[in-house]
């Protein structure tokens, strides 16, 4: 068990609909990067959160935000979506800002839109 | 560059033997190269990792090595259990982007 919750485990829905996916952190780390994982394009990081502020961006679609809160839990908002954001969404948490430091991941969310 | 390149994309041993996997990498300033195991329906957990100031770095069964000057570096499991059949990804840090750059993963399949 790595301590990163992501919840929900999976989520069904259709295209233009909208989805939050939650993720609470490590207990003592302060970032939360976001990733997505699809069979064509491998693990793909969106973007970085440390200590409630954006610190680094990634490929991330304009469409797709999130945000972190005061208690370090992170949110991954994702609009409009099309078919091809089903993926697993993967949310890790490390104890400093740097990303060359231990990420731990959490389960996933498995999007699915039909 | 971004880019990691992986391989094999897969990869079968017998119980027992050694395994090893190679990843390349295109950014000179890469410093980290962590290595992830994934289990089906989990997330990726980290195994080992290695920093560029070291040139091996070995835990138990599983070891790393990396050489800067090619700029690749390989993850080597000894003595394979059947509990080591998973995927496996490499990552490199790439300085500019400020994030973690992943391999397109290998699985590994150790046949009893």
Same mark, same amino acid.
């Given at each position: 068990?790595?301590?990163?919750?992501?919840?929900?485990?999976?989520?069904?829905?259709?295209?233009?609909?909208?989805?939050?996916?939650?993720?609470?952190?490590?207990?003592?780390?302060?970032?939360?990067y976001w990733y997505q994982q699809?069979?064509?394009?491998g693990l793909q990081f969106l973007i970085?959160?440390?200590?409630?502020?954006?610190?680094?961006?990634g490929?991330?679609?304009?469409?797709?935000?999130?945000?972190?809160?005061?208690?370090?839990?992170?949110?991954?908002?994702?609009?409009?979506?099309?078919?091809?954001?089903?993926?697993l969404y993967f949310c890790a948490?490390?104890?400093?800002?740097?990303?060359?430091?231990?990420q731990?991941f959490?389960?996933g969310?498995?999007?699915?839109?039909? | 560059?971004?880019?990691?390149?992986?391989?094999?994309?897969?990869?079968? #041993?017998? /119980?027992?033997?050694?395994?090893? $996997?190679?990843? %390349?990498?295109?950014?000179? @300033?890469?410093?980290?190269?962590?290595?992830?195991?994934?289990?089906?329906?989990?997330g990726p957990?980290?195994?080992?990792?290695?920093?560029?100031? #070291?040139? /091996?770095?070995?835990?138990?069964? $599983?070891?790393? %090595?990396?050489?800067?000057? @090619?700029?690749?570096?390989?993850?080597?499991?000894?003595?394979?259990?059947?509990?080591?059949?998973?995927?496996?990804?490499?990552?490199?840090?790439?300085?500019?982007?400020?994030?973690l750059?992943f391999?397109?993963? %290998?699985?590994?399949?150790?046949?009893?």
């Amino acid at each position: 068990d790595s301590g990163v919750t992501q919840t929900p485990k999976h989520l069904i829905t259709a295209t233009g609909q909208r989805v939050t996916l939650r993720c609470s952190p490590r207990s003592g780390d302060l970032s939360v990067y976001w990733y997505q994982q699809s069979l064509d394009q491998g693990l793909q990081f969106l973007i970085q959160y440390y200590n409630g502020e954006e610190r680094a961006k990634g490929n991330i679609l304009e469409r797709f935000s999130a945000q972190q809160f005061p208690d370090l839990h992170s949110e991954l908002n994702l609009s409009s979506l099309e078919l091809g954001d089903s993926a697993l969404y993967f949310c890790a948490s490390s104890a400093g800002p740097g990303f060359h430091q231990p990420q731990h991941f959490g389960d996933g969310t498995r999007l699915s839109i039909l | 560059g971004e880019n990691v390149e992986q391989h094999p994309s897969t990869l079968s #041993v017998q /119980e027992g033997d050694s395994a090893v $996997i190679k990843c %390349t990498y295109s950014d000179s @300033a890469s410093n980290y190269f962590p290595w992830y195991k994934q289990e089906l329906g989990k997330g990726p957990q980290l195994i080992i990792d290695i920093r560029s100031n #070291v040139g /091996e770095k070995k835990d138990q069964r $599983i070891a790393v %090595t990396l050489n800067k000057t @090619a700029k690749h570096f390989s993850l080597h499991i000894t003595e394979t259990q059947p509990e080591d059949s998973a995927v496996y990804f490499c990552a490199a840090s790439i300085q500019g982007a400020q994030k973690l750059v992943f391999g397109q993963g %290998t699985r590994l399949t150790i046949n009893p």
